[in-house]
């Protein structure tokens, strides 16, 4: 998988943060980008089922890459 790595930034809590990006990290902030296209469509038409999943799926997938993205693809416990 490919990957790029910046080093250790710093520590929070014990848990080591780094730069780190790979293809799964890229893949689910794509996923929360089309999210908010989706948001933006379901307020458009006001579609209330569409608003709730779309902001679900900001949080989950906007979340777990950022995540991803910060601890160097996975937390390091």
Not at 28 to 57: D, P, Q, T, W
Request: hydrophobic share 55%.
């Amino acid at each position: 998988m490919p990957f790029i790595n910046t080093g250790e930034l710093f520590k929070i809590g014990g848990t080591s943060i780094h730069i780190g990006v790979n293809t799964m990290s890229l893949l689910m902030l794509l996923i929360a980008v089309l999210s908010v296209y989706a948001l933006i469509n379901a307020v458009r038409s006001k579609n209330i089922l569409g608003i709730i999943f779309s902001i679900a799926g900001i949080a989950t997938f906007g979340f777990f890459s950022l995540a991803t993205i910060f601890t160097f693809g996975y937390p390091d416990l």
